[in-house]
């Protein structure tokens, strides 16, 4: 069994939000929203638009977004579950931000994400470059119904 859990998620459309909710109803986590300083906007999120806010984000891999919520403490965490939608093949950049941005040293991370058709592969190999100090467990793409199932699973072990 795990000592103490944190689910830090970001959604930018909910639904990544309800699967974080229901995973930390069933193992009793403590929940964090990584959410963004300016909130994103309906054309923000339009990944059609080559100018929109997310497109322009993701074509820069140094954007780190900043995050309004203030950090928690990981001390007393061994375990995070972060979880975010796919964004072009990976995690969104405001991720990053939330992963530079904590010390994550002996922490286990456990990735999950949400995708319209897009796997997780891509996105695991990110994550473990900008984090490369924690402990990295295979992820896993969710969906909102078998997110506490999957959750109490990782928790358990």
């Keep these: 069994m795990r000592k103490k859990a944190l689910i830090a998620y970001f959604s930018a459309s909910g639904v990544t939000a309800r699967a974080a909710r229901e995973m ?3 193992t009793g ?3 964090y929203e990584i959410r963004p300083q300016q ?3 309906h054309a923000d999120l339009d990944w059609t638009v080559k100018t929109s806010r997310s497109t322009l984000e993701m074509q820069d891999p140094a954007c780190r977004p ?3 919520l203030p950090l928690p403490s990981m001390a007393e965490y061994d375990t995070v579950l972060i979880g975010f939608p796919i ?3 990976v995690e969104p950049r405001i991720v990053d931000t939330f992963l530079e941005s904590c010390d994550f040293t002996g922490k286990t991370l456990i990735p999950f994400a949400t ?3 897009s796997g997780i ?3 695991e190999k990110s994550l473990q470059a900008h984090c ?3 402990k990295w467990e295979k992820g896993r793409l969710l969906s909102p119904s078998g997110a506490a199932e999957w959750a109490r699973h990782v928790l358990r072990d």
């Design 87 to 89: 964004w072009w093949y």
């Design 24 to 26: 930390a109803t069933a």
């Design 121 to 123: 592969a891509n996105a």
């Design 29 to 31: 986590a403590d929940l």
């Design 39 to 41: 909130p994103y906007t």
């Design 132 to 134: 490369p100090a924690a």
């Design 66 to 68: 900043a995050i309004a």
């Design 115 to 117: 995708s319209g058709g």
